[in-house]
């Protein structure tokens, strides 16, 4: 399986931006869906955003129009462009591979083998 890091979380003032980062290992990593999951303090882990092999995205509704994801095969890199930040995006932000669904758009935890240990991102109001 493909190894992920995940890199770029930290403390950011609502309204701000960052920019997170995930570096696989290990397989090709054109072959897989990529996707970012998030999981709030006390809440189950969450579909944030999906990119697959042939470069379709998708978003969730409470991030569309904010965040952007991204995809540099000759990197191995996953990025995850957040703008306009809400105190609500604080989470762990963890990313997630599929080669199992690398031509759909999965977005159920369930979809993805790999991930990453996430990293942290916190939104002060």
């Known amino acids: 399986q493909v190894q992920l890091v995940e890199s770029g979380g930290g403390l950011v003032q609502a309204g701000g931006s960052l920019r997170l980062s995930c570096t696989a290992s290990g397989r090709t990593f054109s072959n897989y869906a990529m996707s970012w999951f998030r999981q709030a303090p006390g809440k189950e882990r969450e579909f944030v955003t999906a990119v697959n092999a042939i470069g379709e995205l998708y978003y969730a509704t409470s991030v569309k129009g904010r965040f952007t994801i991204s995809r540099d095969n000759a990197q191995n890199t996953l990025h995850l462009q957040m703008n306009s930040l809400k105190f609500e995006d604080t989470a762990v932000y963890y990313c997630?591979?599929?080669?199992?669904?690398?031509?759909?758009?999965?977005?159920?935890?369930?979809?993805?083998?790999?991930w990453g240990q996430g990293t942290q991102v916190t939104v002060s109001s």
């Open positions: 997630a591979a599929s080669v199992r669904f690398k031509y759909t758009i999965p977005t159920r935890e369930t979809d993805f083998a790999s």
